[in-house]
């Protein structure tokens, strides 16, 4: 197979796959993205029990069949290819209620899915084999260009290989020979059944990331049997969900797990296995970055996976010279790993079109072009103005504030997430390169309704405002809310009590606490976390330049905050001693700081010398009610529609909605 350049789609499970639409709606996403060199979709179960949740695909069902050669016929359509990701999850398995029990090497529990797996006997790995090759030759049968075998992650062929969940002492563990032989069973047949002339790649585990995990030399030994065995190129994979090593989070520095990668490639060619290709993957997010991880000539390929949410056209805007043209994936998991864990579709904060592309049709199909108002410039007016301006219409954005960006701009700040100002950024500019006007300081109240006459329509995204909380003494002048202390962290020294304990108190927690050199190279970031081959410490290191207490009435910090970023902000919280109250009733602010009533029900005071809230929103929608009594036809996104669990995700969502009503 030869491909027209270096950028594969890595596999993402994206909850489309099993939807009842005949594979309409993962035709339409895949076919958008067919501009990467090879397509490797999400993994498609090659039984009933290796399920990964209720969204996966079953090779074996004949739904699922139809909806992947509609994604077959889709991106040949677009002259692309495509890869199908032959996938078991083991003791990952999340079957449907009712479903098969998870089944693994050894009955090894998993904190991941909270459950503990039944041994497989021999009769179930022969059958379990089968079914990976039966899922091979189905695969070639629907048009697939390739095959993945997901040997990595933590899935079922990676327990094999890991001491920690291959207990057993038979012909399949017990040795380093015998924990390979699964994988290299699977290769062996596979390759047997398609013949020579189908690729098959093998996503293989660089470094499982868990104590007890495969050792670095049953690694390089099981690249080079499968090389040997007949894989045509070996997708390298890093991490488990249990792995206390953040991999794909933002934090992670750009291109850390290439190193994995290079070692196998250099193995392989001691081998004498020239004609292997290898494809690195995991936190990369421009074309530029992934251009430097193969310009040593030491990899073959970049897969990258998110960055296709992000913008399916990633490849092409790059190829032309406009890689600022490009949305860039910041990194942030809200969208799309956190929601592959449950049921809901894949998509992406930063193109909530992603995932929905039958439902909003990237160009206007039909009626007449209009003029719009964009009111408010946050992520959920600015993701409503570029979809306006991409459907063919005018519009005008009118932001209060003196820069874009809203909320959103306040994350920026926040340690690992500088990508935002980027989107932010990137946005404002695609307005203004498409001609459209972003007037800052400039706030539309009623007395602008009469102007707002000659629009044909008006999109209300006025955001939200800090809550503030009746309490004794809140007016204190060392109180402030979360906007005035992330304008000015640094006004913020020796104790601050943070009143509120969700996802913004915890991210000033984390603003406050960081090590300014926490995004460190690659290597100094591995060097925290990873000891050879076992993986001994929590690496957030903190200076803890301040005292920071987070308070909080519930019981749980952080709650709504992504279970894929959720571990590794508590990591760096709980480095940096930031001391965390729950089930907490606020008595009083006082100058010496914050009485509370805590759980154990004694009154007690916290000293500080600065106290913040951050005890939820208000939505910002005095304008809804002026616009319709003057007759002007108004939508509302983000903040405006209210402030209930609001987030970035759900703003960009109702941003594009917004958008598609005008
Ligand atoms: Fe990237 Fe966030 Fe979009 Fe996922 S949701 S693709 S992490 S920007």
Same mark, same amino acid.
């Given at each position: ?14 909850? &489309? ?17 067919? %501009? ?18 209720? %969204? ?11 909806? &992947? ?35 693994? /090497? ?10 503990? /797996? ?14 990976? +090759? ?71 585990? !660089? ?7 495969? /050792? ?44 994995? =990668? ?87 904060? +930063? ?40 459907? =063919? ?64 329509? +008006? ?34 020294? !020796? ?40 993986? /001994? ?35 760096? &919280?709980?480095?940096?001693? +930031? ?33 913040? &809230?951050?005890? %939820? ?21 983000? %903040? ?23």
């Amino acid at each position: 197979m030869e491909l027209p350049h270096r950028i594969v789609m890595g596999a993402m499970h994206l909850n &489309l796959e099993t939807r009842d639409d005949d594979g309409t709606a993962l035709a339409a996403f895949y076919a958008e993205r067919a %501009g990467a060199a090879l397509i490797v979709t999400g993994g498609v179960a090659v039984n009933a029990a290796g399920v990964g949740g209720p %969204g996966y695909a079953v090779i074996g069902d004949p739904r699922s069949r139809t909806a &992947l050669a509609a994604a077959v016929r889709a991106v040949h359509d677009r002259r692309g290819r495509i890869a199908l990701q032959l996938f078991h999850a083991g003791r990952y398995a999340k079957p449907e209620d009712g479903g098969v029990h998870p089944v693994a /090497p050894s009955p090894v529990h998993s904190s991941f899915n909270r459950c503990t /797996p039944r041994e497989m006997t021999h009769a179930d790995i022969a059958a379990t084999i089968d079914d990976f +090759v039966e899922g091979a030759r189905t695969a070639r049968a629907l048009g697939f260009d390739a095959v993945e075998v997901m040997g990595s992650e933590g899935y079922l062929i990676n327990q094999f290989t890991a001491p920690l969940t291959n207990q057993r002492d038979d012909a399949w563990g017990g040795d380093a020979e015998r924990r390979r032989r699964f994988p290299l069973e699977v290769l062996c047949r596979i390759r047997a059944a398609v013949g020579r002339d189908f690729p098959v790649l093998f996503r293989i585990s !660089g470094n499982d990331l868990v104590t007890g995990g495969t /050792p670095a030399a049953e690694v390089t030994a099981l690249a080079v049997a499968l090389a040997g065995a007949g894989a045509d190129a070996l997708s390298v994979g890093v991490g488990w969900h249990e792995s206390p090593v953040p991999t794909v989070q933002s934090e992670v520095p750009v291109g850390t797990w290439a190193a994995s =990668g290079k070692a196998l490639k250099r193995a392989l060619l001691a081998a004498g296995h020239h004609d292997v290709a290898v494809i690195t993957a995991n936190r990369f997010t421009s074309i530029a970055q992934a251009d430097e991880a193969l310009s040593g000539g030491e990899l073959d390929f970049v897969a990258m996976a998110r960055p296709f949410l992000a913008d399916p056209e990633i490849v092409a805007k790059s190829a032309a010279g406009r890689p600022d043209q490009v949305t860039l994936c910041i990194a942030c998991n809200e969208a799309c790993i956190d929601r592959s864990f449950g049921a809901e579709p894949v998509s992406c904060l +930063v193109n909530p079109r992603a995932g929905h592309e039958v439902e909003f049709p990237s160009s206007r199909r039909g009626g007449r072009s209009g003029r719009y108002v964009v009111i408010g410039a946050g992520i959920a007016g600015l993701e409503a103005a570029r979809t306006v301006a991409g459907l =063919g219409h005018q519009v005008e954005v009118y932001e209060a504030a003196a820069q874009p960006g809203g909320q959103f701009r306040l994350a920026a700040q926040v340690p690992g997430k500088a990508d935002f100002a980027e989107t932010i950024g990137h946005h404002v500019q695609e307005l203004l390169d498409a001609g459209m006007p972003v007037h800052l300081g400039r706030r539309i109240g009623v007395e602008d309704i009469p102007e707002l006459r000659s629009f044909d329509g +008006v999109v209300l995204a006025t955001g939200v405002v800090p809550a503030r909380l009746s309490l004794p003494g809140v007016e204190l002048p060392h109180v402030r809310d979360y906007a005035e202390a992330f304008a000015d962290p640094e006004a913020l020294d !020796g104790r601050v009590v943070i009143i509120g304990g969700g996802g913004i108190a915890v991210d000033l927690a984390h603003t406050l606490t960081a090590d300014p050199k926490a995004k460190a190279t690659p290597e100094e970031f591995l060097a925290r976390y990873v000891e050879g081959d076992s993986i /001994p410490r929590h690496g957030a290191e903190s200076s803890a330049r301040r005292e920071v207490t987070l308070l909080r009435r519930g019981r749980r910090i952080g709650e709504g905050i992504g279970p894929s970023t959720r571990w590794v902000v508590m990591q760096h &919280l709980r480095s940096a001693s +930031v001391r965390m109250l729950t089930g907490i009733t606020y008595r009083e602010i006082t100058p010496a700081g914050v009485v509370v009533t805590d759980a154990e029900g004694t009154d007690r005071s916290i000293a500080a010398d600065h106290v913040v &809230l951050a005890v %939820g929103q208000l939505p910002v929608q005095d304008l809804v009610a002026p616009l319709s009594e003057a007759g002007i036809p108004v939508v509302t996104a983000g %903040g405006a529609v209210g402030s209930d669990g609001l987030n970035a995700v759900r703003a960009t969502a109702e941003g594009l909605r917004a958008a598609h009503r005008v």
